[in-house]
T-cell receptor, first 114, second 108 residues
Framework: EAQVTQNPRYLITVTGKKLTVTCSQNMNHEYMSWYRQDPGLGLRQIYYSMNVEVTDKGDVPEGYKVSRKEKRNFPLILESPSPNQTSLYFC?????????????FGDGTRLSIL | KNEVEQSPQNLTAQEGEFITINCSYSVGISALHWLQQHPGGGIVSLFMLSSGKKKHGRLIATINIQEKHSSLHITASHPRDSAVYICAVSRGGNQFYFGTGTSLTVIP
């Protein structure tokens, strides 16, 4: 089954404790991206990757890191999480062409940072 | 100013009603997406279109490129259609804009 898998689905942690949210897709997609969703602000892009070893900042990259060492994986890293990073996070992927192609979203990761 | 405007912002309907959600945009686009997000969070892509009309089950999406407008119609609405519907437009690659979403509640 074609899917984008995010882990964990839920996480409560404390300020400053490094964490990684994993994202994996099994569709051989070139384009992958991360979003956060906050009440009243909608979806905002954090980082994106057009292909392996190619990543770039989205609209709200501060406090986040990503890597794209393999085509299928695009982890989101919070080196020193802070409470303002409490949010609902989504990973998405599509074939070459980015948003000119249908987007496949993961189920989301609800992150609470105390 | 938002590049993508959706209306209405909130919509409540009785089960069985015909529903229309509108999306207007102000930039040139190469594709338009309709996304659905149920309470509890997951986002599903319903349609991607660049011209004309697409239909999937009870859902129909239309786009008028000249008028920079798209509509999402739901026929014979059902409580399970209750969700937030998000319009997004693409200008190619990573250039895209999200609408603010329409929250739909269908009452049995």
């Amino acid at each position: 089954e074609a899917q984008v898998t995010q882990n964990p689905r839920y996480l409560i942690t404390v300020t400053g404790k490094k964490l990684t949210v994993t994202c994996s897709q099994n569709m051989n997609h070139e384009y992958m991206s991360w979003y956060r969703q906050d009440p009243g602000l909608g979806l905002r892009q954090i980082y994106y990757s057009m292909n392996v070893e190619v990543t770039d900042k989205g609209d709200v990259p501060e406090g986040y890191k990503v890597s794209r060492k393999e085509k299928r994986n695009f982890p989101l890293i919070l080196e020193s999480p802070s409470p303002n990073q409490t949010s609902l996070y989504f990973c998405a992927s599509s074939s070459r062409g980015g948003w000119d192609q249908p987007q496949h979203f993961g189920d989301g990761t609800r992150l609470s940072i105390l | 100013k938002n590049e993508v405007e959706q209306s209405p912002q909130n919509l409540t309907a009785q089960e069985g009603e015909f529903i229309t959600i509108n999306c207007s945009y102000s930039v040139g686009i190469s594709a338009l997406h309709w996304l659905q997000q149920h309470p509890g969070g997951g986002i599903v892509s319903l349609f991607m279109l660049s011209s004309g009309k697409k239909k999937h089950g009870r859902l129909i999406a239309t786009i008028n490129i000249q008028e920079k407008h798209s509509s999402l119609h739901i026929t014979a609405s059902h409580p399970r259609d209750s969700a937030v519907y998000i319009c997004a437009v693409s200008r190619g690659g990573n250039q895209f804009y999200f609408g603010t979403g329409t929250s739909l509640t269908v009452i049995p």
